[in-house]
T-cell receptor, first 113, second 117 residues
């Protein structure tokens, strides 16, 4: 069964600094990988996804993630943090077919002025 | 842009009462899901539904839970006799097919917050 590990339940960065949120996955077949963002009291919004095309995936709001099969990782990055990026970020994995998404525990990103 | 809508946004109920949470998935989607998120915890899969039947369910989805698609648009989650530990945010999601390729992306609603007293 697939699983996701997000390292760090809380990450704090200064405004303008690099954002790096870590995600490692486990899957028995080539996976689909996702990053979702959840703003306070809101639902889950898709940031970006990897579905076996380009390994470097660009998403909304300047975020990108790189799929590294050798490291079983799908870390999320953004070159320069903005105050509006403060939210909870969830990495998720699924396998081709009608398999449900499996989420990591989430990483709360705080951005300090 | 099509979206998944959920009602109610917040429901408060007494322990032991029945609760029905409603969802209207995106109209051309075929797969439907319920997830829950207990406050401060991860998003957990409950159940998936396809072709008018449950296709997969988690250990959380016990006999107290049921799902139904009573018409062509609504998708409901029923909790027969709520417990304190059912207090959570419940998310509905749907997924369609892009041609023959299923990219796996789920589209989520805003959630229904359930508080059991």
């Amino acid at each position: 069964a697939q699983s996701v590990t997000q390292l760090g339940s809380h990450v704090s960065v200064s405004e303008g600094a690099l954002v790096l949120l870590r995600c490692n996955y486990s899957s028995s077949v080539p996976p689909y990988l996702f990053w979702y963002v959840q703003y306070p009291n809101q639902g889950l919004q898709l940031l970006l996804k990897y579905t076996s095309a380009a390994t470097l995936v660009k998403g909304i709001n300047g975020f990108e993630a790189e799929f590294k099969k050798s490291e079983t990782s799908f870390h999320l990055t953004k070159p320069s943090a903005h105050m509006s990026d403060a939210a909870e970020y969830f990495c998720a994995v699924s396998e081709p077919g009608n398999t449900p998404l499996v989420f990591g525990k989430g990483t709360r990103l705080s951005v300090i002025a | 842009e099509p979206e998944v809508t959920q009602t109610p946004s917040h429901q408060v109920t007494q322990m032991g009462q029945e609760v029905i949470l409603r969802c209207v998935p995106i109209s051309n989607h075929l797969y439907f899901y319920w997830y829950r998120q207990i406050l401060g915890q991860k998003v957990e899969f409950l159940v998936s539904f396809y072709n008018n039947e449950i296709s997969e369910k988690s250990e959380i989805f016990d006999d107290q839970f049921s799902v139904e698609r009573p018409d062509g648009s609504n998708f409901t989650l029923k909790i027969r006799s709520t417990k304190l530990e059912d207090s959570a945010m419940y998310f509905c999601a749907s997924r369609g097919l892009a041609g023959l390729i299923n990219t796996g992306e789920l589209f989520f609603g805003e959630g229904s917050r359930l508080t059991v007293l």
